[in-house]
């Protein structure tokens, strides 16, 4: 609600002190005083009544009205009305007035014609019936009193025909009985007595157009809002389908995806289990050595809370950090690093880059020949091949490289379990990471238990996760896994079909309790 005080239009008959404009409408209210003279007229400023076109106030001292409130009434639809003339004008209305009498439609034909508005007219009830039926009428204007049909009889009938049509009954002061009868009956809007005042009677009619058009108007919109939202709940339930189905289907290829990732990460696993084999056939110590970083690497990862990609990554390294060596004379692999020459040293080094090589092409496998390349780097940048040093080394290459070169003290050169982790401590922070090295030995307590806790199980018994005690052979002398090796399932069936070929010797496995 907006409220405005207004000047005085600057005439001593009419001032004008308090505009208010709703949402759609302006209403203004104003004081008349000393009606005097035979006209006065001014225009009321314009930043009140910008939207509602040209306003003038014109009293007319000669208009027969029955007393001054009558005229303020006059004055204030004569403003109101005026201003909302252009609103009106969008509007085509039509009006059917029915009375008996030929002169009394006749005048009102006269005096509304002017106005605009679409004229109908008609001498008896059933007349207007037949003249309402098919037509859109605003208004019905009906005398009471007629012969045959009366006022009220045709009103209640037209209102079956046109229930949206405003009713209006003419009638004198004999008949105000049956009048409001009808009122209350809901036949009729308004009545309007006779003799009339045409520019009352105008009036009256502008604002029962005002009345219809709002009523009309909010019908529409009612209708348009059910229309809305039944266009909307239907939009709903099917937007709802739409995302079930779509929700399906992206589950549908998630899943779809996810058997495929597991096929796609079964044959990488494959094929490093063949490059592991290949590592195992060329020289089996080679191969056990590999096996045995990579399930102690992984479970360094673990405990240093690496997530299951990186631990994953690093294991598969671990797997593959000797793949260079392949090619290698066996009597080189057979020596002590410090006991090779010049030129068996140049040959041994390049294994890490042979490695990277061998990989790095492969998209699956680019991750992995980074830890291949950097797994003897020490932590001082005296490594090799390309001297990085602390956190430039990738922390799986420094976790492989702590891990190959325990197991190096164990199985090559035959240290005790107590001298090699002396010899792990004596190097950190220069060849090895020191907070590695600490995991490291936090891992070996629980990784490789003491002896006189293993047993001996048949090959029916073994489970994921067991550790070999001892070295896994065939009757044959074939070495298939050696000791402190995690057994995985790929392991179990490993075993299983070389028992079928190759029996296992003492036809049992010896792991940890």
């Given at each position: 609600m907006f409220t405005q005080k207004v000047h005085s239009t600057g005439v001593k008959n009419c001032s004008v002190f308090e505009a208010t404009r709703s949402s759609q409408f302006y209403q203004i209210c104003f004081v008349v005083r000393h009606l005097k003279y035979k006209s006065t007229s001014a225009c009321l400023p314009p930043r009140i009544f910008g939207k509602l076109g040209?306003?003038?106030?014109?009293?007319?001292?000669t208009a027969s009205f029955a007393d001054k409130k009558q005229q303020r009434c006059y004055l204030f639809h004569l403003l109101f009305c005026g201003g909302m003339a252009s609103m009106l004008k969008k509007y085509k209305h039509t009006i059917l007035f029915v009375d008996d009498e030929k002169n009394v439609l006749r005048s009102l034909e006269r005096l509304f014609r002017k106005e605009g508005y679409d004229i109908l007219t008609a001498s008896s009830g059933e007349e207007g019936l037949?003249?309402?039926?098919?037509?859109?009428?605003?208004?019905?204007?009906?005398?009471?009193r007629m012969p045959?049909?009366?006022?009220?009889?045709?009103?209640?009938?037209s209102k079956k025909l046109s229930p949206d049509t405003i009713r209006i009954m003419l009638t004198g002061y004999a008949d105000i009985n049956a009048t409001m009868d009808a009122i209350n009956k809901g036949e009729v809007y308004r009545f309007i007595t006779k003799p009339w005042n045409d520019e009352e009677i105008k009036l009256i009619i502008r604002d029962v157009l005002k009345y219809y058009e709002l009523t009309n108007e909010n019908k529409r919109l009612f209708k348009l809002t059910r229309k809305q939202n039944a266009e909307l709940l239907d939009l709903n339930q099917n937007l709802e389908k739409k995302v079930e189905e779509r929700t399906r289907e992206v589950r549908l290829k998630n899943k779809k995806l996810e058997e495929l990732y597991k096929v796609v990460k079964g044959n990488l696993f494959d094929s490093i289990r063949v490059f592991g084999q290949l590592m195992e056939m060329y020289d089996p110590d080679l191969g056990g050595h590999c096996k045995r970083v990579a399930a102690l690497s992984k479970t360094v990862a673990q405990r240093r809370g690496l997530d299951e990609k990186d631990c994953e990554l690093i294991e598969i390294a671990a797997i593959l950090h000797d793949i260079g060596l392949i090619g290698v004379p066996r009597e080189i692999l057979r020596k002590k690093e410090k006991e090779?020459?010049?030129?068996?040293?140049?040959?041994?080094?390049?294994?890490?880059?042979?490695?990277?090589?061998?990989?790095?092409?492969?998209?699956?496998?680019r991750q992995a020949s980074i830890l291949i390349r950097s797994h003897?780097?020490?932590?001082?940048?005296?490594?090799?091949p390309d001297g990085l040093k602390n956190t430039g080394i990738h922390v799986g290459a420094r976790i492989i490289h702590i891990a190959s070169?325990?197991?190096?003290?164990?199985?090559?050169?035959?240290?005790?379990?107590?001298?090699?982790?002396?010899?792990?401590k004596k190097k950190s922070g220069y060849e090895f990471d020191p907070e590695i090295v600490f995991h490291f030995m936090d891992v070996l307590h629980n990784f490789n238990?003491?002896?006189?806790?293993e047993m001996v199980i048949p090959i029916s018994k073994l489970e994921p996760g067991m550790v070999l005690s001892r070295n896994l052979k065939t009757v044959g002398g074939r070495l298939l896994m050696v000791a402190n090796t995690v057994i995985h399932q790929a392991h179990i069936e490993k075993i299983y079909n070389f028992n079928q070929i190759d029996p296992i010797d003492g036809g049992g496995v010896y792991v940890y309790k």
């Open positions: 040209c306003c003038i106030i014109r009293v007319n001292k037949r003249k309402l039926d098919g037509r859109q009428i605003s208004v019905i204007v009906s005398d009471q045959g049909m009366t006022g009220s009889e045709f009103l209640r009938r090779l020459t010049l030129f068996e040293a140049s040959i041994y080094r390049q294994h890490p880059v042979l490695g990277y090589l061998a990989f790095n092409s492969i998209k699956s496998l003897h780097e020490n932590f001082d940048g005296s490594g090799y070169s325990y197991d190096e003290m164990i199985q090559k050169l035959g240290l005790s379990r107590e001298v090699a982790l002396n010899t792990l238990p003491v002896a006189g806790t």
